[in-house]
Every structure is written in structure tokens, then in C-alpha cells.
């Protein structure tokens, strides 16, 4: 080795070293910025987060506020209607007869108890409205299974002549190998082919065989038919839910006006009671 060949032995040495040492040098850059991209990722989340926290809380903090400000002045309403209550109901009690009170209780309950009724009503109503709907969305479940069924039935008749064709195809390929092969003395191949053959045969046979034709176009003719029973059961489904929806909002028009209608109504079931000179009217 000469000189030239040393020093260029070395060089080669030292560049491969330099590049060892590069190579590791970008992997653990890489690792750095893989590591640095997750932080940012972090720190972004962290931020919304942050924001997000913070929007919620100035929110509650006003809502608090809100509350607090009308709880002091219901509280203020509270105190002076208590006062008026404790005092009017000193007075009532004494000015009416003693049976009138509870008269008035009962009337109170009785209107009360016809918009729990109707409250009720709309409550199973609504509960009818829910079943229906449950009972619509099984029904169409099962429609759209009868449909998929049915565009299989479809795919598999047509698709039967190119399966046909196909296998014919087959079957004459492998009769023409299974003969050239034993004229040529290929015996142990010939009776590989001759196998394979009685495979494809008894396919084609199969595919082209009448009885299971008709069961072909039969289960064609019965997912048809079940498609169509099944789409009048949506539709039957979909009645009952439009009935149980009509009955929901009768039943809730009635709870509304009841509601609406409740003081009207009490007022009317008081019982007659003469004032005295110089009351007022009420």
C-alpha cells in the first residue's frame, strides 16, 4: 500500500465516521421536532381549554349574579306577600263560615286534579308516540332487509348465464386437456384433468339444472313478494305513528287550555258567598 492509498484509506475512514455521526445527529433532530410538534399540539390544546374554561366561567359568574339579583328581589316579594298572607288569612278566616274554606279547597283540587288527568293523558301519549315510532323504525329495519334480500335474489339471476358461459368454458378447456394428455401418454396428468373435469362438470351441471332454476326464480318471486309485504307494514307503521302524534297534540292542546283556563275555572267552582255592604268586588 503506498502513501496516497494510506492517507485515502484514512480519509475514507474519517468521512464514514462523520457520516455515522450526521446520520445520528438528524434521527435525534428528528426525534426533537416529533417531540416539539407534540408539545405545540399540547400547549394548543391546553389554551383552548384555558379559553374555553374561562368563557364557561364568566358565564356562570353572570348567571350568578343574575340569580342574585332576583333572588333579593323575590326575597323582598316573599317577605311583603307573607305579610299580606298572615294578615288576610287572619281576617278571611274569621269573616267567612266555617265550612267555605275547605269549599274552596275542594274546588281548588278538583281543577287541579282534571289538569293532572290531562297531564297524564299527554304523558301516555307521548309514551304511545315513542312505541309507534319504535315499532315504525323495526318495521322499516326489516323492509330494508327484505330489500337487500331481494336485490340478491336479482344479482344471482342475472348473473347466472355468465356463470353459465363461464363454466362451460371451463368444462370444455379441461375435456380438451384431459384428451390431449392421454393420447400424448401423459397418464398420471391426464387423470389430474380428469378430475378436475368431474369438478367442473357436476358445477355446470348444478348451475344449469332445472329444479334448482325454479328454486332460483321462486326465491326471486318470495323476496319480491316479501319486499312489498314489508313496505305496506312501513306504511301501516308510519299510519299509527301520524295517529299517535294527532292524539299527542289533542292532548296537549287540551292540557294547554286546561292550564290556561285554570284560574277562570277555580273562580267559577267558588262557591256563592253574599258580600257585605262596602266590600269590594274582588
Known sequence: ??????????????????????????????????????????????????????????????????????????????????????????????????????????????????????????????????????????????????EADFQEAQAELENLPGQVKKQRAGVSNLKTAASTAARNGKTVEAYYLLLELKDALEQLEALVDPDQEADRVQRWFDQRQKVLDKKDAVEKKRDEVDLARGRLNGAQNAYNDQQRGRDRKIRESLPSWPQQEGEPDG
Not at 374555553?52 to 348567571?63: F, I, P, T, Y
Not at 269573616?95 to 297531564?119: C, H, M, S, T, W
Open 1 to 146: 500500500m503506498n502513501v496516497i492509498e494510506e492517507k485515502l484509506e484514512k480519509l475514507q475512514a474519517g468521512l464514514d465516521e462523520i457520516e455515522v455521526e450526521i446520520a445520528s445527529k438528524q434521527g435525534a433532530i428528528k426525534e426533537n421536532q416529533a417531540a416539539i410538534k407534540r408539545a405545540e399540539e399540547q400547549r394548543n390544546e391546553l389554551i383552548a381549554e384555558i379559553a374555553s374554561l374561562k368563557r364557561e366561567g364568566d358565564e356562570l359568574q353572570k348567571m350568578r349574579e343574575a340569580i342574585g339579583t332576583e333572588g333579593e328581589a323575590a326575597q323582598d316579594e316573599v317577605d311583603g306577600a307573607r305579610q299580606v298572607y298572615d294578615e288576610l288569612e287572619v281576617g278571611l278566616t274569621q269573616a267567612l263560615p266555617e265550612n267555605v274554606p275547605e269549599l274552596v279547597l275542594d274546588a281548588v283540587q278538583r281543577v287541579d286534579g282534571e289538569i293532572n288527568e290531562l297531564r297524564e293523558a299527554v304523558d301516555n301519549a307521548q309514551t304511545a308516540v315513542e312505541k309507534a315510532e319504535e315499532a315504525l323504525a323495526g318495521a322499516q329495519k326489516e323492509a330494508d332487509k327484505a
